[in-house]
């Protein structure tokens, strides 16, 4: 696979999160970078990073594995699995949630990014009350195998 340091240093700078990292996550966006995700929309550089900041200092522990990343041209897309300890979320054990971030790169920075995951895998499922409400609708809306 051919070296991209931009999409290398994107991954790289997702793969253990704390308060302290902020820093390095702004060198990653553009000015006007817009975030989207199944919870939120942000526009602007320094939105997102408010963001980070206030997520970050809520969480226990916050990395993203990376399995699989590809760009062409300005397009790419990282295929990740975040793991997360919240304290109010799953009586703060790890929670893992699959996902995927398309990007759009302008120069060596992101403009855009997209993410794709299963919201109520991530929070809603790990709430009391709400969780075992979603947990029970997702068991009845799985197909059912076929019977021979």
Known sequence: ???????????????NLD???????ENLYTDDVSLTD????IEGRNALMGYYIEMLDNVTEC??????YQREGDEACVD???????????????????????????GERVCR????????AMLYEHLPVLGTLIRWLKRRTRPTPPSH
């Not at 308060?19 to 390095?24: A, D, H």
């Not at 990395?63 to 699989?68: E, N, S, Y």
């Open 38 to 41: 199944p919870l939120h929309h």
């Open 113 to 120: 990014q997209r993410d794709y995951f299963d919201a109520g």
């Open 63 to 68: 990395h993203f594995a990376t399995h699989h």
């Open 19 to 25: 308060k302290t990292c902020t820093k390095g996550l």
């Open 80 to 106: 990740w699995v975040m793991s997360l300890s919240h304290p109010r979320l799953a009586d703060g054990r790890r929670i893992e949630v699959a996902g995927c971030s398309r990007l759009t790169f302008r």
């Open 1 to 15: 696979m051919h070296q991209d340091p931009a999409l290398e240093a994107f991954c790289h700078a997702f793969k």
